[in-house]
């Protein structure tokens, strides 16, 4: 079992970054490949990236390439995800989850992942 808990998000505007943060708590962190999805309103929750257990391996979305990076700190049991030339539809609930599969798989569906946070609001305005 872990624990995940979003913050860093916030209103920004058109161009502007925000960097968010996902605490864990609970097992050890290393085990869990982690992973950031998003939801805007009326839309399904949809994959931003994930990161390896080593933090080793990323993938990402398309349409983040380039903007936005995943990243992770063991020791702190905090995975991130800095986010650039951020655009007003990048706004939506940003969730980190993690993937307790022994797998060195980066997936991108979210029926794979076992574990939630609440999710942090990020609100770009153009």
């Known amino acids: 079992q872990v624990q995940l808990v979003e913050s860093g998000g916030g209103l920004v505007q058109t161009g502007g970054s925000l960097r968010l943060s996902c605490a864990a708590s609970?097992?050890?962190?290393?085990?869990?490949?982690m992973g950031w999805f998003r939801q805007a309103p009326g839309k399904e929750r949809e994959f931003v990236a994930a990161?390896?257990?080593?933090?080793?391996?990323?993938d990402y979305a398309d349409f983040v390439k380039g903007r936005f990076t995943i990243s992770r700190d063991n020791a702190k049991n905090t995975v991130y995800l800095e986010m650039n030339s951020l655009k007003p539809e990048d706004t939506a609930v940003y969730y980190c989850?993690?993937?307790?599969?022994?797998?060195?798989?980066?997936?991108?569906?979210?029926?794979?992942?076992?574990?939630w946070g609440q999710g942090t609001q990020v609100t770009v305005s153009s």
């Open positions: 989850a993690a993937d307790a599969t022994p797998s060195f798989v980066l997936y991108r569906s979210r029926g794979q992942y076992d574990y």
């Open positions: 609970g097992r050890t962190f290393s085990l869990y490949t």
């Open positions: 990161i390896s257990r080593s933090g080793t391996r990323k």
